[in-house]
């Protein structure tokens, strides 16, 4: 793992309890303020004192954390260039880009030393001794770490934070972990091709950790048949939508996951979500949104998508837009909101 991806709060970290599985992770601010390292108090998960919780100390005392401004983690949670990206780290990359000093995570104080934990027995001399020159030359330690592609994780003080999207692109993994009934996403990765690579990691991820299964709904025969509206949705998905789904979207503008491609007049398509467990028989609607250069666009963005092959994919390397370029975005996400909802 490269550490803990786009922490937004003190609160949704790693660990699942198997019959809620939901995060357990959870804090309280205690004092302080948020310029001058305000202390967080872990609350508890289970009755065993020794159990693991990312901001637990031994002692039962709060924990000092690293306060950080908005500025800050908005930066962090972009930083899609490092040398830890999750499942793609390697040991190659973290020597190339150590070495162009490509290097775009953030080392976090947790606050909390490891030896500090619930469970862990403070350390002996000789690790004491070992520890003391990461101790004294900090910054030359986790450059090391980096260039060796070594993120201990939260069972350390610091923490290595980078982009989420070296997990999840879709930020769908902990929608789907909370058994949420309507999730509304938006697929912006660049994916020219309309592969849809990041919704199929997504998937892989979500039937293996929480025995998700995605059944798409595909209205076409319904529609053929002369159905329309929620009719034709609620006819192919064999049975009736919550009212809430229903108040929100406009059917018409729902089509088949297959029909979400860069010329096509649809921008959405809609997924049953079941999980195969006894304990919790939730369901999940889900509703993609993709963008497309087809249908009756404004003239402005129809002549920079014909002029530019690319859009709405065009490379993320390009950090900065020409003002028709913004404005085309910006429109072709105003569009396709306005003709969904």
Do not use: C
Request: glycine content about 10%; cysteine-free; aromatic content about 12%.
């Amino acid at each position: 793992m490269d550490g803990i991806h786009d922490m937004g709060g003190m609160h949704g970290f790693g660990k699942v309890e198997p019959e809620l599985n939901e995060p357990v992770f959870h804090a309280a601010w205690e004092g302080g303020s948020p310029q001058f390292w305000p202390k967080a108090r872990a609350v508890p998960v289970a009755p065993d004192p020794n159990a693991f919780h990312v901001l637990a100390r031994r002692d039962g005392q709060a924990a000092g954390v690293e306060p950080l401004r908005l500025g800050q983690w908005m930066a962090i949670s972009g930083a899609s260039f490092s040398t830890g990206a999750g499942r793609a780290t390697s040991l190659v990359r973290s020597l190339f880009f150590g070495a162009l000093n490509v290097r775009l995570g953030y080392w976090w104080n947790s606050g909390i030393d490891a030896g500090a934990r619930p469970g862990r027995f403070p350390p002996g001399l000789w690790r004491r001794l070992k520890a003391l020159p990461a101790l004294l030359f900090h910054m030359q330690a986790t450059l090391l770490d980096e260039w060796r592609g070594y993120f201990p994780g939260p069972s350390q003080r610091f923490w290595y934070l980078s982009d989420g999207g070296h997990f999840d692109n879709t930020a769908l993994y902990e929608m789907l972990r909370r058994r949420l009934p309507f999730v509304i996403a938006i697929d912006g990765g660049q994916d020219p091709d309309y592969l849809l690579e990041d919704l199929s990691i997504l998937t892989r991820a979500a039937r293996i950790d929480f025995g998700a299964d995605f059944r798409w709904v595909d209205p076409r025969i319904a529609r053929q048949s002369g159905l329309a509206g929620w009719r034709a949705i609620e006819k192919a998905a064999g049975e009736e939508l919550p009212a809430s789904v229903k108040a929100m979207v406009d059917a018409d503008s729902v089509f088949e996951l297959g029909a979400l491609q860069r010329a096509s007049h649809g921008g959405a398509a809609l997924a049953r979500i079941d999980y195969r467990d006894e304990r919790a028989r939730n369901v999940t609607w889900l509703l993609m949104v993709k963008g497309s250069a087809g249908g009756d666009l404004p003239v402005d963005v129809r002549n920079y998508a014909a002029v530019h092959a690319d859009f709405p994919n065009e490379s993320t390397l390009n950090q900065f837009f020409s003002d028709s370029q913004w404005e085309s975005y910006r429109m072709l996400g105003y569009w396709l909101g306005r003709k969904l909802f």
